[in-house]
Nanobody, 123 residues
Framework: DVQLVESGGGWVQSGGSLRLSCAAS????????MAWFRQAPGKEREAVAS????????CYADSVKGRFTISRDNAKNTVYLQMNSLKSEDTALYYC?????????????????WGQGTQVTVS
């Protein structure tokens, strides 16, 4: 089974930075797309960023453009989310997701595999 393990969450002051990591294992063929989603209490899960593992294609939610950067290291089977200029509204549980045939990068149903999440708190 594919396993995704997130790390790097924590508490940070507004304006600060964090880098999340997602280590993937257990797959036979590398998923085509990896993504980060987040979910705040009482809100729906929302897409943050996605990256195509076979090239340089990336997508971002408007709310994080210019502040967050998604990247990958295929040799380490790891995807990263560098988060700068953090705001209180970025507070959420951040999930890593992997999908093979993703048509709409922002749709949670497009992704077959999910991690357990890592909490990010900005105050």
């Amino acid at each position: 089974d594919v396993q995704l393990v997130e790390s790097g969450g924590g508490w940070v002051q507004s304006g600060g930075s964090l880098r999340l990591s997602c280590a993937a294992s257990g797959y036979t063929f590398r998923p085509h797309n990896m993504a980060w989603f987040r979910q705040a209490p009482g809100k729906e899960r929302e897409a943050v960023a996605s990256i195509y593992t076979g090239g340089d294609g990336t997508c971002y939610a408007d709310s994080v453009k210019g502040r967050f950067t998604i990247s990958r290291d295929n040799a380490k089977n790891t995807v990263y989310l560098q988060m700068n200029s953090l705001k209180s509204e970025d507070t959420a549980l951040y999930y890593c997701a992997a999908g093979t045939y993703v048509q709409y990068w922002y749709g949670p149903s497009e992704y077959s595999y999910w991690g357990q999440g890592t909490q990010v708190t900005v105050s």
